[in-house]
């Protein structure tokens, strides 16, 4: 699409991409660069700004040249003790509310571009009563009179929580577009009446990263396995000398053992707070082959940016994925994977490559059945990479088809900026209205 030149005096359409932006998360960072130089790119009259719902952001080097504003309220304006922070929640909800007001009203159009907006395991944009309360706000104040919401391949599954679910469903009737990451979460939101049947299912907008052109490694020489890991919610909130004794951790210094004699091994993660548990494998792996072998065969990379785990991965035969967006940079990468699952997401990716069978389940992980899958994966490489390269083209197409819906959008916005509403709301045309 050829670039835009700005319609003469009038100031850029204001849009704010919402998402929990800077908060360590390589996959909603990744979302962030690649919708905005893409908007950026192709659009000389709108403004792109990402809008956090974090409570403090500290941008990653990913997203370091992208305007950026919090919705969360600053950590200083908090109770400084354990009475103060208690007292402090019981207003939290109105000032919340007040500040997502003033904010999101300076904005023209509200986008939520990607990631887990209804995810019911604890990760969710949505989570908790407050941040429902405060999506509901964002998407009726963003809906309001000239303004706009859309929705672009998000994703989530059914929630529990009455209220909760209320609010999100009431949030994402207001929306004029959506589209959904897959096929489950569109059925998950369809099943709670906040979407319809004829809603697009896509894939995740990370998809639209150009695959690297780097050739693969050989075979030749030891193998090179990377293990992603995650701080799973049912791990709980201990630090690394607690995790070290769960039996996720166990299993997989379990593999690390077992692989170390022949294999090199890196351990990464994918957000800021899988630290603890990269801490506590390796801990458990130096205890059980020693120091030395593992400063020469272990690589700890951290949870690098996006772009920066797909670089990394070129040099790797296997990865072992925990969190979904480390297991798009493997398909990114073209390279052998295998999924250790807790998300639906995850199963969900798998199963559309048709490796389905390269699957384990993350509670009650077995490290013997992982290395025996890791040896499987090894013995038919060519075949993975064949049929992860394949998904990985097609769900490529259908992001860079949700970034043209998006450029429809905005040329549809700008247009109708003077001329009054240019949409119709979509809540008259959804079916029965949500039940708590």
């Not at 950026?40 to 719902?53: K, N």
């Not at 200083?76 to 909800?93: K, N, P, Y």
């Not at 022949?262 to 603890?276: I, M, R």
């Not at 998904?391 to 040329?411: G, I, K, N, V, Y």
Request: aromatic share 6%.
């Amino acid at each position: 699409m050829a670039r835009r030149s700005k319609v003469g005096g009038n100031e850029p359409l204001k849009v704010g991409l919402y998402g929990g932006f800077g908060t360590g998360n390589i996959g909603n960072d990744a979302t962030a660069r690649v919708v905005a130089e893409h908007v950026r790119g192709h659009h000389d009259d709108v403004e792109v700004v990402l809008v956090s719902y974090a409570d403090e952001t500290t941008p990653s080097t990913s997203i370091d040249h992208l305007p950026l504003m919090t919705l969360g309220e600053p950590v200083e304006e908090r109770g400084r003790t354990r009475v103060g922070r208690a007292v402090h929640r019981r207003w939290q909800s109105v000032r919340q509310l007040g500040r997502d007001w003033t904010i999101t009203r300076q904005f023209d159009a509200m986008v939520i571009t990607g990631g887990g907006v209804f995810e019911a395991e604890s990760t969710a944009a949505a989570g908790g009563l407050v941040g429902a309360v405060g999506f509901f706000l964002l998407a009726l104040v963003s809906s309001h009179r000239h303004h706009h919401f859309a929705t672009l391949s998000i994703g989530g599954t059914s929630m529990r929580r009455s209220l909760e679910r209320f609010l999100l469903v009431r949030s994402m009737r207001y929306a004029e577009y959506r589209s959904f990451r897959d096929a489950a979460s569109k059925d998950a939101l369809v099943g709670m009446h906040g979407a319809q049947d004829d809603d697009r299912v896509s894939s995740d907008l990370v998809f639209a990263t150009p695959m690297i052109s780097r050739a693969s490694r050989t075979q030749s020489g030891p193998k090179r396995v990377a293990i992603g890991v995650m701080r799973f919610p049912w791990l709980g909130e201990g630090w690394a000398d607690e995790l070290a004794r769960t039996a996720y951790v166990q299993a997989l210094a379990d593999v690390v053992e077992h692989l170390l004699p022949t294999s090199t091994v890196a351990v990464f993660g994918g957000d800021k707070a899988d630290a603890p548990v990269i801490e506590a494998l390796v801990r458990v792996v130096e205890g059980r082959v020693g120091h030395e072998v593992v400063l020469h065969r272990v690589e700890v990379w951290g949870s690098p940016a996006f772009h920066d785990t797909v670089e990394r991965l070129c040099d790797v035969d296997v990865v072992v994925c925990s969190r979904y967006h480390n297991l798009v940079a493997a398909f990114l990468r073209g390279t052998g994977v295998i999924a250790v699952a807790d998300r639906v997401k995850v199963r969900s990716l798998m199963r559309e490559a048709g490796v389905s069978d390269l699957v384990v389940e993350a509670r009650g992980l077995d490290g013997q059945d992982l290395v025996e899958r890791i040896e499987h994966v090894v013995a038919h490489l060519d075949d993975v990479r064949a049929a992860v390269s394949s998904t990985t083209r097609q769900f490529a197409l259908s992001a860079e088809a949700q970034l043209r819906e998006l450029d429809d959008l905005l040329e549809r916005w700008n247009k109708g900026r003077h001329g009054g509403r240019a949409h119709q709301s979509v809540v008259e045309r959804l079916p029965a209205r949500p039940s708590l």
